[in-house]
């Protein structure tokens, strides 16, 4: 079945560092789209930015993400983290099933200043 | 920015236990969905639904129950509460498949 992997649980950063969060996918259809969700501490997760284009950059609040079909990524990226970037953050895939939007497990970042 | 509402925000019951979880979304979407956040699995859809009447098994749906009354309502019930149940439940909406989902606050239960 469809699944979204992310293969870091927690990344530490220093404040000003880059921030890269990798997301990797697995499905059987031919245009997914991709979400990162956000969601700090005590509050419900939001969107942060989303892609229905294959190799199309993607950017918001900081953050900026391509959809690459051929390698099956949407790794999420900042140039220099700030310590309110501290969240939990969600990989998302949806596909042309219906209602079946589905999440990898999450990676917490935690920036220190 | 939309709306969704849950309630009740935190719930303790015990084991065998009854429980319904409500969700009310002001926006008029189409789609509400019922998912449970545990740490180290993320979020895991249990039911969703295309509007009122309409109901869609998730991915993690043993034990739950859902129930779309109206566009607005959308309810998730626990007949026989286990203590694997413990968790953080959040409904979201969108208006279309493929876009936004609109969050609420989460609903803690705890199953003793």
């Known amino acids: 079945g469809d699944s979204v992997t992310q293969t870091e649980g927690l990344v530490t950063l220093t404040e000003g560092l880059p921030v890269m969060l990798n997301c990797t996918y697995q499905t059987i259809y031919s245009n997914p789209f991709l979400f990162w969700y956000v969601q700090h501490l005590n509050e419900s997760p939001r969107l942060l930015l989303k892609s229905f284009t294959d190799n199309k950059r993607t950017e918001h609040q900081g953050f900026h993400a391509t959809l690459h079909k051929s390698s099956s990524s949407f790794h999420l990226q900042k140039s220099s983290a700030q310590l309110s970037d501290s969240a939990l953050y969600y990989c998302a895939m949806g596909t042309q099933v219906v209602g079946q939007l589905t999440f990898g497990r999450g990676t917490r970042l935690q920036v220190y200043a | 920015e939309a709306a969704v509402t849950q309630s009740p925000r935190n719930k303790v019951t015990v084991t065998g236990g009854n429980v319904t979880l409500s969700c009310r979304q002001t926006n008029s979407h189409n789609y509400m969905y019922w998912y449970r956040q545990d740490t180290g699995h993320g979020l895991r859809l249990i039911h969703y639904s295309y509007g009122a009447g309409n109901l869609q098994i998730g991915d993690v749906p043993d034990g739950y129950k859902a129930t779309r009354t109206t566009q607005e309502d959308f309810f998730l019930l626990l007949e026989l509460a286990s203590p694997s149940q413990t968790s953080l439940y959040f409904c979201?909406?969108?208006?279309?498949?493929?876009?936004?989902?609109?969050f609420g606050a989460g609903t803690r239960l705890s199953v003793l």
């Open positions: 979201a909406s969108s208006d279309v498949w493929g876009n936004t989902l609109y």
